[in-house]
């Protein structure tokens, strides 16, 4: 069984992200074959700054790192390292359908947020599509918000499966039900493109800046409230011990829950759960040697992957003459 994922260094990574995909990833390691990778190419359909991209994948690199994913025991690596990748996206894309691109809503949101609809943010999914069949990858574990872009990269395997033969294994996407959304401060899926995110590893001051601002309804602290309609109570079920979480429901339904003191006991939580990767996390950046030894031999491992499934595809398209 293979597993791949990636994840855009488009920004600080944000609770989202670890709940929606790393932690799945870090909890497979030992069950399968695990592919895990920096998406630097799809974020360059969003960030035009060279430098903060350059620093963001890095910085993406040590949070995984330090999360827990060990590089001995998966292949992680940065997309851009291994260009057998841009390759297929092309062989891909010629038998893509326009109107198979042009149903994707991350494509429409991303447009109606202000990114340039570009070319690139407009085949997004073929780049997508080509990172998971180039791996042969069985299972994908992301967000719901990824859902579509697994269904095109199922649809253009299952086309050139049926045009050019058995080539690419089917995958299949991995989404747990209970982390599917994680909400934002605003209560929208918490988004680095919708600037409502808590960062996984904040300093404390800018933790509790961030959490402070998570908005919340008018109602006074004795009314009755239903905590699944309240972003902070979905976030703080992610973070709070179920007795505690028991309690603090019975506050939401029977009235007597005070946002303003669960913000304060969610900072403290946010605080602790990350605290042993915060502490890995600062030798990792303080080594970016290390890291890019990592990141090297983990694109070596999965070039050498990408080279068998790119010849395959060669010669079942022609290109071997
Ligand atoms: P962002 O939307 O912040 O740019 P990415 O597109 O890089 O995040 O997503 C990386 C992974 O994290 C994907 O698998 C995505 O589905 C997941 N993810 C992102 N935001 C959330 C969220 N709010 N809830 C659950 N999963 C998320
Ligand atoms: N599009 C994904 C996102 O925005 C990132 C991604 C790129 C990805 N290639 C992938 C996820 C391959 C899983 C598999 O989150």
Known sequence: MKILSGIQPSGKLHIGNYFGMMR???????????????????????????????????EAAADFL?????????????????????????ILSTLTPIGLLERCHSYKDKVAK???????????PVLMAADILLYQADLVPVGKDQKQHLEVARDIAIKFNNH????????????EENVATVPGLDGQKMSKSYGNTIGIFLDAKALKKRVMAIVTDAA?????KD??????????????????LKEVHELYVNGGAAYGYLKLELVDLLWEYFRPAREKREKLTADPGYLREV?????DKAREKAIVTLDLVHGKVGLKY
Request: hydrophobic share 45%; glycine share 4%; with cysteine.
């Open 24 to 58: 799945a990833m870090i909890n497979n390691m030992d069950r399968s074959e695990l592919y895990a990778f920096i998406v630097n190419l799809h974020a360059l359909t969003s960030v035009s700054d060279s430098k903060a991209l350059a620093t963001d994948t890095l």
């Open 66 to 90: 330090a999360l827990g994913l060990d590089p001995d025991r998966c292949i992680f690596w940065v997309q851009s390292d291994v260009p057998e990748v841009t390759e297929l996206t092309w």
């Open 114 to 124: 202000g990114i340039a609809a570009s070319h690139g943010l407009f085949s997004y």
């Open 164 to 175: 050019y033969g058995e080539t690419f294994v089917v995958p299949e996407p991995a989404i």
């Open 220 to 224: 006074p602290v004795e009314a009755p």
């Open 227 to 244: 905590p699944d309609k309240c972003n902070l109570y979905n976030i703080f079920k992610l973070f709070a011990p179920a007795d505690r």
């Open 295 to 299: 990141l090297a031999k983990g694109a």
